[in-house]
């Protein structure tokens, strides 16, 4: 079975503009959550999806927002990009939410100029 | 103050030493895990524990609930296991804390 895969893997965006990251989650796992990991620290909890609803929220403004869809993939959107927003942004899947063991996926290096 | 705390931060072992990664944390959880990241960024969860005492190979994790504390032991270490070893706890919020991670280096 293909892991969870994230998409792009790399992109730079520029101050103000938005960004759209993806996440599908393993084939039966009906719960993604999203992460945020500046270089040097540990990640920071951003959302958590179960059956397209939200059932977590991190402390991170506005901005940030993330759906998941009917097939269990989620996307994590971002607007009005701030320098401090470039990170890697790691998306991880589970049977069916913080309690179970979460899979990561590789991640999303996000680089705003 | 972190909800999770690690000790230590950083840790340099000879091959084939026991080593044991210390997690205390301050809000009530329904699950801790032990995660492991390598250089590139690639997590891998090695333990997920609400209670007990799980054992994957050489990779040992205990937590005992009321003292609010978790261990993560690796007997017998090899180069190979160098990397950067996380705790993170989930609440009944189905919010996720993490500590900022133990980095560990095993000199052959």
């Known amino acids: 079975d293909a892991g969870v895969t994230q998409s792009p893997t790399h992109l730079i965006k520029t101050r103000g503009q938005h960004v759209t990251l993806r996440c599908s989650p393993i084939?039966?796992?009906?719960?993604v959550s999203w992460y945020q990991q500046v270089l040097g620290q540990g990640p920071q909890f951003i959302f958590q999806?179960?059956?397209?609803?939200?059932?977590g929220r991190g402390n991170f403004p506005d901005r940030f927002s993330a759906r998941q869809f009917p097939n269990y993939s989620s996307e994590l959107n971002v607007n009005a990009l701030l320098l401090g927003d470039s990170a890697l942004y790691l998306c991880?899947?589970?049977?069916?939410?913080?309690?179970?063991?979460?899979?990561f996926g590789p991640g999303t290096r996000l680089t705003v100029t | 103050k972190n909800e999770v705390e690690q000790s230590p931060q950083n840790l340099t072992a000879q091959e084939g030493e026991f080593i044991t990664i210390n997690c205390s944390y301050s809000?009530?959880?329904?699950?801790l895990h032990w995660l492991q990241q390598h250089p590139g960024g690639g997590i891998v969860s090695l333990f997920m524990?609400?209670?007990g005492k799980k054992k994957h190979g050489r990779l040992i994790a205990t937590i005992n609930i009321q003292e609010k504390h978790s261990s993560l032991h690796i007997t017998a270490s090899h180069p190979r296991d160098s990397a950067v070893y996380i705790c993170?706890?989930?609440?009944?919020?189905?919010?996720?804390?993490f500590g900022t991670g133990t980095s560990l280096t095993v000199i052959p």
């Open positions: 999806y179960y059956e397209k609803e939200e059932r």
């Open positions: 993170a706890v989930t609440n009944t919020g189905n919010q996720f804390y």
């Open positions: 084939s039966g796992h009906k719960s």
């Open positions: 524990l609400s209670s």
């Open positions: 991880a899947s589970s049977l069916r939410g913080a309690d179970y063991e979460q899979y």
């Open positions: 809000v009530g959880i329904s699950a």
